[in-house]
């Protein structure tokens, strides 16, 4: 089993930044893929940012250069440096891990609110 933590969401204004970092813990050692996802109000949760074991990222197109996505394995640690934040960015965000074999666990979220 592994278990994610999800902290450092809050309210921020429009073109503000916030670090969003989940930590990982349990059976860490099986963990290969990480990222971020997101759910808006009424809508279906999306991908926002994954990270490999090797540091591979990928992006979805809305938060291209403006967010950034990284891991310190030392750590189990990954992190969501989310800058220009729009109100389009509001969210409840979901830390994800993928194990070795394909299974996917997934933290309790943590809400962001961008105002306008």
């Known amino acids: 089993q592994v278990q994610l933590v999800e902290s450092g969401g809050g309210l921020v204004q429009a073109g503000g930044s916030l670090r969003l970092s989940c930590a990982a813990s349990?059976?860490?050692?099986?963990?290969?893929?990480m990222g971020w996802y997101r759910q808006p109000p009424g809508k279906p949760r999306d991908m926002v940012a994954t990270?490999?074991?090797?540091?591979?990222?990928n992006y979805a197109d809305s938060v291209k250069g403006r967010f950034t996505i990284s891991r310190d394995n030392a750590k189990n640690t990954i992190y969501l440096q989310m800058n220009s934040l729009k109100p389009e960015d509001t969210a409840v965000y979901y830390c994800?891990?993928?194990?070795?074999?394909?299974?996917?666990?997934w933290g309790k979220g943590t809400l962001v609110t961008v105002s306008s």
């Open positions: 994800t891990a993928e194990n070795l074999l394909g299974r996917d666990y």
């Open positions: 349990g059976n860490i050692f099986t963990i290969n893929n």
């Open positions: 990270i490999t074991k090797g540091g591979n990222t």
